[in-house]
């Protein structure tokens, strides 16, 4: 399985502002995707970013808040932009495994906006 | 739509077989997953089926599928006070306009109590 990593692992930040998160894989992948667990809640996918192209967001979920970077097939960025307290959440990167069928998750960045 | 139902909390004693179900509405799934998610932490991959299969075991973990009724089960043996976590089950199906987006149900938390 790949081995993930995000940074921040946790964060708290101020109304207004905006946060960066990083996610690592310990090897090449076409596809990345990021989603978000909000408190108590299930996961939602927010967008799917592979190499090279425009990231591919969800229903409910645009670029402006949501800008994703994929500079390399081992790398990608979310920036939650211009946060409010409803973006407490934490938000989690994954990779399709090597079969293409298995999707494996990142730590997570447990965000919290106040 | 697609949609995925698990039941929210069952409570087991140690020793005792857990059952967690789950129920999906995408006829189209040909993939289906379960997710274990500790407090704190990302979730792990536990298994998956494919949807031509009925039944996949591997070691404690036994996963039932019913496509029929779109209904999903995961059956731990001999449940341990370590099996305590959120359980997540999802689906997704690989094709046209769609790359391996999961969709995940709300999560069952199983309680193990010595």
């Known amino acids: 399985s790949a081995v993930i990593s995000q940074k921040p692992s946790r964060d708290i930040c101020q109304r207004g502002t905006s946060l960066t998160i990083q996610c690592q894989v310990d090897?090449?992948?076409?596809?990345m995707f990021w989603y978000r667990q909000q408190p108590g809640q299930s996961l939602t996918l927010i967008a799917t970013a592979n190499q090279g192209s425009e990231a591919t967001y969800e229903s409910g979920f645009v670029i402006d808040k949501f800008p994703i970077s994929r500079p390399n097939l081992t790398f990608s960025t979310l920036t939650v932009s211009n946060m409010s307290p409803e973006d407490s959440s934490i938000y989690l990167c994954?990779?399709?495994?090597?079969?293409?069928?298995?999707?494996?998750f990142g730590p997570g960045t447990r965000l919290t906006v106040t | 739509g697609e949609d995925v139902e698990q039941s929210l909390f069952l409570s087991v004693r140690e020793g005792d077989s857990s059952v967690i179900n789950c129920t999906y509405t995408d006829s189209s799934s040909t993939y289906l997953y379960w997710y274990k998610q500790e407090p704190g932490a990302g979730l792990q991959l536990l298994t998956y089926i494919f949807s031509n299969m009925d039944m996949k075991q591997d070691q404690r973990l036994t996963v039932l599928l019913n496509k029929k009724d779109k209904h999903l089960s995961l059956r731990i043996a001999d449940t341990q006070t370590g099996d305590s976590a959120i359980y997540f089950c999802?689906?997704?199906?690989f094709g046209s306009g769609n790359t391996g987006k999961l969709i995940f149900g709300q999560g069952t938390t199983l309680q193990v109590k010595p």
């Open positions: 999802a689906e997704t199906h």
């Open positions: 090897s090449q992948v076409t596809m």
């Open positions: 994954s990779v399709e495994g090597g079969t293409g069928y298995e999707q494996y």
